[in-house]
């Protein structure tokens, strides 16, 4: 399920530590918030690509 839980963009230039939010707008500082979950991985990952076929070849060795 994705999370819905958002995170202050300049937390690191405006808080202590991250402030957490359900609005589009941090609450603190008024900043633009984003999405706290970190993607399970970059589809645009160069060498991921790479990675996943040395470990299929790895397995079938
Ligand atoms: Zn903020």
Redesign the pocket.
């Known amino acids: 399920m994705k999370s819905d839980i958002r995170v ?1 963009s ?2 690191r230039d ?2 202590d530590r991250p ?1 957490y939010s359900l609005s589009e707008t ?1 609450p ?4 633009t918030t984003e999405n706290s979950a970190p993607a399970p991985y970059n589809p645009e990952d160069p060498y991921g690509e790479y990675r996943r076929a040395r470990k299929r070849r790895l397995a079938e060795e």
């Open positions: 202050c300049a937390w405006r808080h402030v941090c603190e500082c008024g900043a």
